[in-house]
């Protein structure tokens, strides 16, 4: 895995940590692939019980793609006569990017540093949880560069801030203050800048201890439910309770809560 992008797992948490803060973490090919390969890997692992999404510096959690970079492929590709190649890498890249982030049978929490743009906000709204730099901000910046939206954000924006506010947000990029992204629903939590670090290792912790399975139902049942009716929904949480009931952690959490005890989760 390339050095633009870190990957660490250590007692159940996997740190992702993109790694190009000399470029506002934007996303060029070598990391945009050790990004997919490090999101897939902490998705794969069933030792992995949170997942820890955060960036180097302090200016920028990501500004997503690498416009420096993918000008010259878009010039290569207009004398070459090859189109529309160069933005394969939503689906090479992208796609499996948010797909291992949302699909992943285990909580993702982002620690937003700085700004989060384009792609970069994409993969922030990605995570379950966001925490957020004081001094952070959000731009969906796709129409500033005559782009359409990609990386998950026209499903997840909508879903967090409303159909209305994410059409102008879209349409009418801007540079949305951590202030305004948490009263949008946007950022969960907001800390001073020199506290983001500990603050989200401290929670992101916390989830790792916690009852995996049960955070994994979570997220398919909120899922779930945005999409199906109440009917299909309630059996959705049926099934999902049914298999959680089953699991070691529910039975540690009931006899810890009747002898006044902590629990101490096994993740299964």
Known sequence: MADTVLYEVSDGLATITINRPEAMNAMNIETKVAFREAAQAAAADDSVRAVLLTASGDRAFCVGQDLKEHIGGLMAARESGSGGGVMSTVQEHYNPIVRALTGA?????AAVNGVAA????????AADYRIV??????NTSFAGVALTADSGISWT??????????ADLLLF???????????LGIANRI?????????AVKVARGLAEGPTLAYAA???SLAFGLTHSLEKTLEKEDELQTRAGSSEDHVIAVQAFVNKEKPKYLGR
């Open 105 to 109: 049978a285990k909580p993702v929490v």
């Open 218 to 220: 979570l997220k398919e």
């Open 133 to 138: 730099a004081d001094t952070a901000a959000f």
């Open 173 to 183: 990029p801007r540079s949305i203050t951590a202030q305004e992204a948490y009263e």
């Open 191 to 199: 800390v001073p800048s020199a506290d983001l670090a500990a603050e």
């Open 118 to 125: 384009g792609a970069g906000f994409g993969f922030a709204l």
């Open 157 to 166: 924006l909508p879903r967090v801030v409303g159909p209305s506010r994410a």
